[in-house]
């Protein structure tokens, strides 16, 4: 591998040990056995490559998800049961990857203050809303139209977020796929829904 891979895996093995915030040049120039200067020729800044390996990772977490769902999922099962699958997989797979989900949040305080930031966690977050609408409604990205990409997407990612920030501050309590799809019956029968799932 070159610097800039190097760099890239340190940055990743140091957000694991270490977290975004409390990460320093130094501890990955230490972790990927490169130099300071490489940083800023390959990345331009730290937090600039904090976030590449940040998107990197998260990117990796979701082609296994997908991965293993491709396997784990019954291609006959319903909506709901999909539904159950997919939360069932991302519930268990927060716990492996707690590190990780911490270190995206604190990452969000940088935006402000770094416009490149901004314009790197944007792009993530439109694909990350692309990726979960395709996911949850079981078809390929290309045959969703973009307002539904953005709507089905933003809903799910909103949802990922809340469930994940009750399962790192209270895991006791922090609602199970069950407990997800049970809102969404709940949900849709308080609005008239004629599809009410049943978990």
């Known amino acids: 591998m070159g610097h800039r891979e190097d760099l890239l895996e340190g940055a990743k093995r140091c957000l694991r040990e270490k977290g975004y915030a409390r990460t320093t040049a130094r501890d990955i120039v230490a972790a990927s056995g490169t130099n300071l200067a490489s940083i800023g020729y390959h990345y331009g800044s730290k937090e600039a490559l904090l976030n590449a390996a940040l998107m990197q990772t998260v990117e990796e977490w979701g082609d296994e998800l997908r991965t293993a769902l ?56 439109r694909q990350a809303r692309s990726g979960m609408a395709a996911l949850f409604l079981g078809v390929e990205e290309s045959a969703l139209g973009e307002e539904e990409l953005r709507t089905v997407g933003s809903f799910y990612y909103a949802l990922l977020n809340g469930v994940m920030v009750q399962w790192m501050i209270d895991p006791d309590s922090a609602p199970s796929a069950h407990d997800l799809a049970e809102a969404l019956r709940a949900i849709s029968a308080r609005m008239g829904g004629t599809e009410a799932p049943t978990a």
């Open 70 to 125: 491709a396997s784990e999922v019954d291609p006959g099962a319903t909506p709901v049961e999909r539904f159950v699958a997919i939360w069932t997989r991302m519930i268990d797979s927060l716990a492996e990857q707690r590190p990780i989900w911490a270190a995206s949040y604190e990452s969000f305080t940088q935006i402000d203050r770094l416009p490149e930031v901004r314009a790197f966690l944007t792009e993530g977050l």
